[in-house]
């Protein structure tokens, strides 16, 4: 029920102000938390009840969290107080229920009448406001800013973000009644904690909380609710648009000062230092620490991506795809637009934005959880806003990643390159999730996991590939790129022992340690260490080291361990676990084994010759079985995969091939492939397929793919690159085994009903006995005369037999003048695979009739 009642803010008085039970906007109220878990039981913080769900970036204690990025997208515009993330420096204050109305703040410092006031007292005599305020991190994107170069702070994902109903008085106004001096500038804010280098403080402008644009408020109270422990209770500072850890917590003292404040935490906590300060530069000079230009206080512009999540799959298909995410920026300056773009940066799309927060001041005033709501009254946007998109799955499928920038209305424009600092603080590069591509499903992949490894970075590391480069490190691809050494990991140098290096310890093993007292063996990084010699001495207790007894501890350990802890591993290290490797997990061993797609672009994996089927004198079709029965091969119609043998003195060779097997085949892969044996003009012939010919059944190669800029997707739609047609006609030619990519191509259309598409080959070979697949080729011809047209033609003469109705030579510009005759240009395109000289007439023929180069493909 509406009522009218009369309120005053700000001096004024304030008529018709609503005391709302139902909200045409989002509100939320959350049950309280109510039990501490285990991980806590063992810390300081053993009172505060937490949600399971939050990610732990720093181990147990202190505690600091962000909640899982889809979550806090899938709860809307007000998060829920048990998944708001934590930034604790140390121990949380324990407050009791009972003493929080007594719980007493002093003013002081250059004021003319200092004073000391209770809570109790700030609610009775300061007007009381509630409004809704998205809280940041500094650190939040650290990672992505630590997997470039390792800087001096943990790491954070891209959730280190949330958006509270915060209750509470102006901070203006409790400054204001103890009378600021003229010349002061700042206010010192001070925490009740007790972390490791004193209590926390910061401070913030005093004009900026004397403007109430910028609602800088003392709250007691979070989605109506007294504050949690973690966010303060019992009373904390939010200062909105402004970095986190302004907003100082436990709050017990403001200092009124003609200077900045002089806390630890203010000097040597979020800072942005200049790029090109190493992590030695800062920790030997004060100087770089000291200097007021480098404090951060207002955040920039951050825009993130939600949906598709991180290695979420969906099913291409001819439906559209909604991306979408959120965005906020400092200073309470608008975001003006959000923009997406699906080729790398070329060309944006702009994406549909909601400001959640506008409801609330389109609303006027009006009366919630005791305190008054006047974002009318403000033009500022103090909270996050929320874009979408929908792009059609078969764009998305015809990309390799999704980019999202945004630009205030200020035309401040966030940047594609990283700008690297030594707090990895205010990370807001431009964010970039990978496409990968699984057989009929596209896989999504997040720059990183918060707390684990995972996402392109971890993957584009792991290769040996540049983040900063100006592909992101991804491999295009071109052969010689294809071959990169991975890096080595700086972890694993400090932490193995190199002679153990090699020793495989089998999981079986690593797995009966499991819960052991006296023997906890643990992994990190893919290597087992013992760490019964560490029990002892081990600062957290031998409990530290027995939690994680037969387990994978990467995460905590990477997270809160310097490198000094590090360089105390290699005497416990004892190996190497089976089927991992440093940059998955343990839990993936058994994932490794059922890998559903065989294929991935990165890796490369190994198959097994199962059957050699010889159809010529020289053509031969190879049969390998996957790594188990079921699985898919996993390449789009019309790319090609690599295969890689070593020859006699341990070289590797590779070529790409495309199979002759259909995509939907499981558990096998067969490879039409002509032998090129030695002749007098070739003395060692074709050293690749030599070396095939001589593989023998059980012996095993390796694959990696899918490689090539031409993929056919179904009724004429086809991707060529990164741009999507639809053509009406494919003229094919093809020369020798340069049918097998055409094949693949033919395959796809005849195989569906729906598939209108009508094309007219040409294949050319030397003799009639060359003619690979002609067998499978006229039996498409015969069952769709309408829509198939193969032209068979014979290049030597000399081998022209009597009654032979095909072509009499090779490929001229007349014939393929008649291909195209009546169709017009952008309705058909050239698909080419065929020797040099083959592809040389085409060449010249699409210059002298002008064919654009985007319709003809050459394999
Ligand atoms: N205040 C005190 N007293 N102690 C702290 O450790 N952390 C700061 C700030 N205020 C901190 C503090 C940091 S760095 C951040 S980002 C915010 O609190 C986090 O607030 P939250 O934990 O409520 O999300």
Redesign the pocket.
């Known amino acids: 029920m509406d009522s009218v009642v009369t309120e005053v803010a700000y001096g004024l008085e304030i008529k018709k102000i609503k005391e709302i039970t139902e909200l045409p906007f989002p509100v939320r109220q959350d049950s309280p938390l109510t039990k501490v878990l285990p991980a806590d039981l063992k810390t300081k913080d053993n009172f505060v009840a937490r949600d399971p769900d939050l990610l732990r970036l720093t181990g147990s204690h202190?505690f600091n969290c962000e909640p899982p990025l889809s979550k806090l997208y899938d709860s809307g515009f007000l998060t829920p107080v048990s998944l708001?993330?934590?930034?604790?420096?140390?121990p949380v204050p324990h407050v009791p229920d009972e003493s929080i109305s007594d719980w007493e703040v002093s003013i002081e410092g250059m004021v003319e009448m200092p004073y000391k006031i209770k809570l109790s007292e700030i609610m009775d005599q300061f007007d009381i406001y509630t409004t809704p305020v998205t809280?940041?991190?500094?650190?939040n994107r650290r990672k992505e800013q630590n997997m470039v170069k390792k800087g001096t702070g943990f790491n954070w994902g891209a959730a280190?973000t949330?958006t509270s109903l915060w209750t509470g008085c102006m901070l203006g106004d409790v400054i204001g009644k103890a009378r600021p001096s003229r010349r002061a500038r700042y206010i010192w804010m001070?925490?009740?904690?007790n972390?490791a280098n004193g209590?926390?403080?910061t401070c913030v402008r005093l004009n900026w909380a004397m403007d109430p644009e910028r609602c800088i408020m003392l709250a007691y109270k979070q989605n109506g609710e007294w504050l949690h422990p973690?966010?303060?209770k019992p009373l904390?500072?939010v200062i909105p648009g402004v970095?986190?850890?302004?907003?100082?917590?436990?709050?017990r003292k403001l200092v009124v000062s003609d200077r900045p404040s002089e806390n630890w935490?203010h000097y040597f906590?979020?800072r942005v230092l200049p790029t090109m300060v190493t992590p030695e530069m800062a920790k030997s000079d004060d100087k770089w620490w000291k200097d007021e230009r480098y404090a951060i206080y207002d955040l920039n512009l951050q825009t993130i991506i939600c949906k598709p999540e991180n290695q979420q799959a969906i099913k291409i298909s001819e439906d559209e795809y909604e991306i979408a995410g959120f965005g906020y920026n400092g200073g309470g300056i608008r975001i003006g637009r959000i923009e997406i773009s699906l080729d790398k940066g070329k060309t944006w799309k702009l994406t549909e934005i909601d400001y959640p927060e506008d409801r609330y001041r389109e609303a006027g005033y009006f009366r919630l959880f005791g305190g008054l709501v006047n974002v009318c009254d403000r033009m500022s946007c103090l909270c996050w806003c929320f874009w979408k998109l929908k792009v059609p799955l078969s764009e998305l499928a015809a990309s390799r990643d999704i980019l999202v920038r945004g630009m205030d209305e200020r035309m401040v424009v966030q940047p594609r390159t990283m700008y690297w600092n030594v707090t990895s603080m205010l990370n807001n590069w431009w964010y970039r999730v990978a496409i990968i591509r699984d057989g009929d499903n596209l896989r999504f992949e997040h720059p990183v996991v918060a707390n684990k490894p995972g996402g392109w970075m971890d993957r584009v590391k792991a290769e040996g590939g540049d983040i900063l480069d100006d592909n992101w490190g991804e491999l295009n691809d071109k052969v010689e790129q294809s071959e990169r050494k991975p890096r080595a990991d700086e972890d694993i140098e400090m932490m193995c022992n190199p002679e153990k290096l090699d020793v495989i310890i089998a999981y079986s093993e690593f797995e009966a340690h499991k819960n052991s007292d006296t023997e906890p063996w643990f992994a990190v990084k893919g290597h087992v260490f013992d760490g019964s010699s560490y029990l002892a001495d081990h600062p957290g207790g031998a409990q530290s080291i027995l939690m994680v007894s037969g387990e994978d501890a990467t995460e905590d350990f990477i997270a809160i361990h310097s490198s000094y802890a590090k360089k105390l591993l290699p005497p416990m290290h004892l190996g190497r676990l089976e089927g991992v490797n440093s940059v998955t997990k343990v839990e993936s061993i058994k994932e490794n084994v059922k890998r559903e797609v065989l294929l991935d672009p990165r890796k490369w994996h190994r198959i097994t010759l199962a059957e050699k089927v010889i159809i010529s004198s020289d053509s031969r079709i190879f049969k390998f079985d996957l790594e188990h029965p079921e699985q898919l091969i996993g390449l789009p119609t019309g790319k090609h995969l690599f295969l890689r043998l070593k020859d006699s003195s341990g070289k590797y060779l590779m070529r790409a091939y495309t199979p002759k097997s259909s995509n939907s085949l499981r558990g096998r892969l067969e490879i039409l492939i002509k032998i090129y044996f030695p002749s007098r003009e070739y003395p060692k012939g074709g050293i690749m397929t030599n070396l095939l010919e001589n593989l023998q059944v059980g012996n095993q190669v390796e694959v990696k793919g899918p490689v090539g800029e031409f993929e056919y997707i179904k009724c004429g739609h086809c991707s060529f690159n990164n741009k999507l047609y639809q053509m009406k006609h494919f003229v094919m030619i093809s020369g020798g085994s340069g049918i097998t990519p055409t094949y693949q191509v033919l395959q796809a259309i005849f195989s569906d009903p729906d598939d209108t598409t009508s094309v007219h080959l040409f294949f050319g070979n030397k003799k009639v006995d060359d003619i690979l697949l002609r067998e499978e080729l006229d039996y498409l011809q015969d069952k769709h005369p309408e829509q198939l047209k193969v032209d068979y033609a014979l290049s030597d003469l000399r081998h022209v037999q009597k009654g032979w109705r095909g072509i009499k030579g090779r490929l001229t510009f007349n014939i393929l003048d008649s291909y195209v005759r009546g169709k017009n240009a952008g309705e058909y395109m050239l698909l080419v695979c065929g020797p040099p000289g083959m592809n040389c007439v085409v060449e010249n023929w699409c210059k002298a009739r002008k064919l654009d180069k985007q319709y003809v493909v050459y394999f």
């Open positions: 202190p708001h993330f934590v930034r604790n420096h140390g809280m940041v991190c500094a650190g280190g949330s001070e925490g009740a904690d972390p209590a926390y403080g973690d966010h303060g904390r500072v970095i986190g850890g302004r907003s100082v917590k436990w709050l935490y906590d979020n």
